[in-house]
């Protein structure tokens, strides 16, 4: 897969930006702010679970100290607990960001006339 093929690239200097500045204060009316956190947190969980499931797709679970058959069956749900427990810690800061963006979102379909005062 070349570059050329990718339907739109990644604009560095907007993802960047998208990290920085405060969460908004002021949540749009009618938002919950902690539904906004706990989706937030939940995707960033799941974000690090697919992270750390490539990590362990090329880790054998044979050998002396393996788990065998039993680890490989039960192998997703320890990495879906560590994506979780990552993001419960912090994990790796989408989430803040995410939260950020989830909330202009709501405030930019709300339009002007709607906005909180």
């Known amino acids: 897969m ?3 093929s990718l339907a739109s690239p990644i604009d560095t200097a907007t993802a960047l930006n998208a990290l920085r500045g405060p969460i908004p204060t002021v949540p749009a009316k009618g938002a919950d ?20 499931g490539e990590m362990f ?3 054998s679970t044979d ?3 393996g788990g065998g058959q039993g680890e490989e069956m039960f192998r997703s749900l320890m990495i879906d607990e560590y994506g979780k427990r990552f993001a419960a810690q912090g994990g790796f800061g ?3 960001a995410i939260q950020r963006e989830m909330l202009k979102m709501q405030e930019a379909n709300l339009g002007p006339a709607n906005a909180p005062h």
């Open 94 to 96: 989408l989430s803040s």
């Open 33 to 52: 702010p902690d539904a906004i956190k706990k989706t937030a947190q939940q995707f960033e969980g799941m974000f690090i679970s697919q992270f750390l």
């Open 57 to 59: 797709s090329g880790i």
């Open 63 to 65: 050998g002396p100290m």
């Open 2 to 4: 070349t570059t050329a």
